[in-house]
T-cell receptor, first 114, second 113 residues
Framework: EAQVTQNPRYLITVTGKKLTVTCSQN?????MSWYRQDPGLGLRQIYY???????DKGDVPEGYKVSRKEKRNFPLILESPSPNQTSLYFC?????????????FGPGTRLTVL | SQQGEEDPQALSIQEGENATMNCSYK?????LQWYRQNSGRGLVHLIL?????REKHSGRLRVTLDTSKKSSSLLITASRAADTASYFC?????????????FGRGTSLIVHP
């Protein structure tokens, strides 16, 4: 089944404790991205990757890191989480094919930073 | 940069009625997409309309695009309680070969049985 998976689905942590949220897709998609969703603000892109070893900042990259060592995986790293990073996070992927195509979203990771 | 903006923010209707939500954007686009999100879940792609298309249908969904007004509308006909969800428009423009999508804040639709 074609899908995007994220882990963990729920995470409660404390300020300053490094964490990683994993994202994996099985559709051989080139494009992957991370979003955060906050009430009243919609989805905002954090980072995106056009292909392996190619990453770039989205609208709200501060406090986050990503890596794209393999095509299927795109982990989101919070080196020193803070309470303002409490949010619902989504990973998404899509094929390129010369145009922006539909994105497939993961189920989301609800993060709480105390 | 929030480009797409949906209107209204919230919509409450009875089952069987039609639901119309609108999306406005600011800069030129390659295509516009509509997504649906059930509470706390991931977004699901509904329909894509390209910049050279004016109207597209998919089942009970009808999407229009007016590039001169930089706006799009999503019509759901004969709504059902199961259509209750948030609906987002997303736009993408070509920035040097990179397609940076932006999502609006969404329209929250409640369909009462």
């Amino acid at each position: 089944e074609a899908q995007v998976t994220q882990n963990p689905r729920y995470l409660i942590t404390v300020t300053g404790k490094k964490l990683t949220v994993t994202c994996s897709q099985n559709m051989n998609h080139e494009y992957m991205s991370w979003y955060r969703q906050d009430p009243g603000l919609g989805l905002r892109q954090i980072y995106y990757s056009m292909n392996v070893e190619v990453t770039d900042k989205g609208d709200v990259p501060e406090g986050y890191k990503v890596s794209r060592k393999e095509k299927r995986n795109f982990p989101l790293i919070l080196e020193s989480p803070s309470p303002n990073q409490t949010s619902l996070y989504f990973c998404a992927s899509s094929s390129r094919g010369g145009s922006w195509n539909e994105q497939f979203f993961g189920p989301g990771t609800r993060l709480t930073v105390l | 940069s929030q480009q797409g903006e949906e209107d209204p923010q919230a919509l409450s209707i009875q089952e069987g009625e039609n639901a119309t939500m609108n999306c406005s954007y600011k800069t030129s686009i390659n295509n516009l997409q509509w997504y649906r999100q059930n509470s706390g879940r991931g977004l699901v792609h509904l329909i894509l309309i390209r910049s050279n298309e004016r109207e597209k249908h998919s089942g009970r969904l009808r999407v229009t695009l007016d590039t001169s007004k930089k706006s799009s509308s999503l019509l759901i006909t004969a709504s059902r309680a199961a259509d209750t969800a948030s609906y987002f428009c997303a736009t993408a423009s070509d920035t040097g070969g990179s397609y940076i999508p932006t999502f609006g804040r969404g329209t929250s639709l409640i369909v009462h049985p």
